[in-house]
């Protein structure tokens, strides 16, 4: 056996580590043998530009010594610094994993990283791409993405609307009032209520021109109290729901999983992570609301059994916001009509608790 077949049956493959910000792409390369240790190849730093990337590649394949062995590459998802390397790997094939920052910070901390830097943080995806089997990125669908950014700024203005409507609430109840800088809000809450509804129109427009979409987000708005706008939220949060597996991974991600806090004879309150997708969390916050409201039967039912056992409300409008987004899950991955008659003909009797079963992906969830 040659150096060359020693070496490729020594290692079992290559990981590149990339650390991004702003202006610049923080480089490493390592590789794992059969043993399970980790060796540094190569780090280098490039700019963050598209003009950069192929010398980029170039630096690969000249530190990539053994052409046979696979070649991941790793990275977390900041902002949309991120986007422009991750298509461009993407576009050549390549198998890349994008990750969320929290995810790589405690995998840092658990290999006994206490500093923080760009080089740390580059050494530290390339191991975890190593020891780990991380997913490969998949990226937004065009209308998608387009959804993201329009529902991500309507949030905004949205926001921007309500500050100003506040303020001027404050100023007619003031002692003193100023005539011209209410003029000016009213103003400006004009113009936010004029751009918050040429969005909800160019989100009508991108639906029309794919009617697979808007079918599927049309089956989400048949749960009473889930709008349009507030379904193609979600959808375009969760990028179609796509990457996760099962409901919890889904709910983790939405910030709703509970965080216990016992210990011994001492317990301590229990409460959701929060530790998600806030846009999640805010979008299903009068959709909550308005399904107990109109009498959503599922929702309506999950929020009565809370309040029965003298809870806060708010917990028990959290446990239906939990319960939309399960709904939507279900709905979207089985690509069905939406049946608000099915909770009360599959109610069924568990251990003397009513809860309700529903089947997602061939399995039976208990999400009441």
């Not at 060359?4 to 079992?12: C, E, S």
């Not at 100023?178 to 809000?185: E, G, P, S």
């Not at 991974?249 to 216990?260: M, N, R, T």
Request: include cysteine; hydrophobic fraction near 40%.
């Amino acid at each position: 056996m040659n150096k060359q077949a020693q070496k490729t049956a020594t290692f079992l493959r290559y990981c590149v580590g990339i650390d991004v910000s702003k202006d610049t792409l923080q480089i490493c390369l390592s590789v794992i043998d059969i043993n399970g240790k980790v060796t540094i190849k190569g780090t280098t730093k490039i700019n963050n530009k598209i003009s950069a990337f192929d010398s980029f590649l170039t630096w690969i394949n000249k530190h990539c010594q053994i052409k046979d062995l696979p070649v991941r590459y790793v990275m977390e998802s900041t902002g949309v610094y991120h986007e422009q390397i991750a298509w461009f790997l993407f576009q050549k094939d390549l198998a890349l994993s994008v990750i969320l920052p929290n995810k790589a910070k405690h995998y840092l901390r658990s290999i006994g990283n206490k500093s923080k830097n760009d080089k740390i943080d580059a050494r530290g995806l390339a191991q975890m791409g190593l020891e780990q089997n991380l997913k490969l990125w998949q990226p937004l669908s065009k209308n998608i993405y387009a959804l993201r950014m329009l529902t991500r700024q309507h949030q905004r203005l949205q926001e921007l609307k309500n500050q100003s409507e506040n303020q001027k609430h404050s100023l007619l109840h003031s002692q003193y009032t100023d005539k011209f800088v209410i003029k000016q809000l009213d103003k400006l809450i004009k113009i936010y209520e004029q751009q918050i509804e040429q969005i909800a129109q160019e989100v009508t427009r991108i639906l029309n021109e794919d009617l697979i979409l808007k079918a599927k987000i049309e089956q989400l708005t048949q749960i009473k109290g889930l709008g349009l706008l507030s379904a193609a939220t979600l959808v375009a949060e969760t990028n179609g729901f796509t990457g996760f597996e099962n409901i919890r991974q889904l709910v983790s991600f939405a910030g709703y999983d509970v965080i216990e806090n016992q210990s011994g004879q001492r317990v301590g309150k229990t409460r959701i992570s929060k530790k998600g997708n806030s846009r999640i969390r805010r979008i299903l916050f009068m959709p909550a609301f308005n399904a107990v409201k109109w009498g959503e039967p599922a929702c309506k039912a999950l929020y009565e059994r809370i309040m029965s056992k003298n809870v806060p409300k708010m917990k028990a409008y959290v446990a239906v916001q939990k319960k939309l987004l399960i709904l939507c899950f279900a709905l979207w991955k089985n690509n069905t009509e939406y049946n608000p008659m099915y909770y009360a003909n599959n109610v069924k009797e568990l251990n003397g608790k009513n809860k309700k079963i529903v089947p997602i992906n061939g399995t039976t969830q208990d999400v009441a």
